[in-house]
């Protein structure tokens, strides 16, 4: 396992520009077993995750991450919009690719059945909708609500 100092410049070196493309890396993940440093580095949890935003010793007074990042717009949540997720359960296994639509009087969406009889809308408004499944008798009725995922099992 890596020490502190050492993960600080593993870091480093992960989010520098590329040499080749000058282009960064949207970010890092980190990982650490249920042991978070070697038994050679006696670093508290603490002042390991202070290194990565504060300058300290072990990231040589320049820290991987001294910049506070905005949360993201929230504005999503306040949409009126809301999700399917269905999973055919029928008999037919053959409805991979078949087209599903949900329709209400103004307006349709459509996708289609995955390999697992899978299918998702996104940012549907919310209402009341019909389902259809191509190739089948199916016409059910739903409704979606903002900010929700409705699940149907058919």
């Known amino acids: ?48 995750i202070q290194s990565l935003s504060q300058p ?24 009126d919009t809301g999700y399917l997720l269905g999973h055919w359960t029928g008999e037919d296994t053959t409805l991979s690719g078949h087209i599903v639509t949900v329709s209400s009087a103004s307006q349709s969406y459509t996708t289609t059945v995955d390999g697992n009889r899978l299918f998702v809308l996104c940012n549907v408004p919310s209402g009341d909708y019909t389902l259809e499944i191509e190739g089948t008798a199916l016409q059910d009725v739903l409704t979606i609500e903002a900010n929700t995922i409705t699940r149907i099992m058919i």
């Open 1 to 48: 396992m890596n020490t502190v100092p050492d993960s600080m410049a593993q870091i480093k070196r992960a989010i520098s520009p590329s040499s080749s493309t000058g282009e960064r890396t949207e970010g890092v993940g980190l990982y650490a077993y249920n042991v978070w440093s070697n038994e050679e580095d006696s670093t508290s949890q603490q002042e390991m």
């Open 56 to 79: 300290t010793e072990l990231n040589d007074g320049d820290p991987p991450f001294p910049d506070k990042v905005p949360p993201h717009d929230p504005s999503w949540k306040s949409e």
